[in-house]
Nanobody, 132 residues
Framework: QVQLVESGGGLVQPGGSLRLSCAASGATRDVFATAWFRQAPGKEREGVSG?????????????YYATSVRGRFTISRDNVKNVVYLEMNDLRVEDTAVYYCATGARSMTIAGVLETENYDSWGQGTQVTVSS
């Protein structure tokens, strides 16, 4: 089992930036992918961005983004610290939600990293509010 703790949420004005952190402990060697999800009031949880835990043949970590955040959000990882980051720029009111970090041990395609059923460990969430 993997334990996850998110941090970095807060209140920001439209156009502002935040960086979320997801610190992992426990069985981190079994993790295949780590992803960020979000859930706004009255809406279903949706995938935001994901990153595989191992480098591809080209030496980079494969990443995937929801269309709504592509070009504004950047996911990255520090394997030494076991932390995954989500850099969020040009934030919009519609980005307001509780953001959750999750890890999955099962193998998945890069397109599958935003599917909730592929994840078995979840953090407690961190609130991001974008408002003027």
């Amino acid at each position: 089992q993997v334990q996850l703790v998110e941090s970095g949420g807060g209140l920001v004005q439209p156009g502002g930036s935040l960086r979320l952190s997801c610190a992992a402990s426990g069985a981190t060697r079994d993790v295949f992918a780590t992803a960020w999800f979000r859930q706004a009031p009255g809406k279903e949880r949706e995938g935001v961005s994901g990153i595989l835990n191992k480098r591809s043949a080209g030496g980079r970590y494969q990443t995937y983004y929801a269309t709504s955040v592509r070009g504004r959000f950047t996911i990255s990882r520090d394997n030494v610290k076991n932390v995954v980051y989500l850099e969020m720029n040009d934030l919009r009111v519609e980005d307001t939600a509780v953001y959750y970090c999750a890890t999955g041990a099962r193998s998945m395609t890069i397109a599958g990293v935003l599917e909730t059923e592929n994840y078995d460990s979840w953090g407690q969430g961190t609130q991001v509010t974008v408002s003027s």
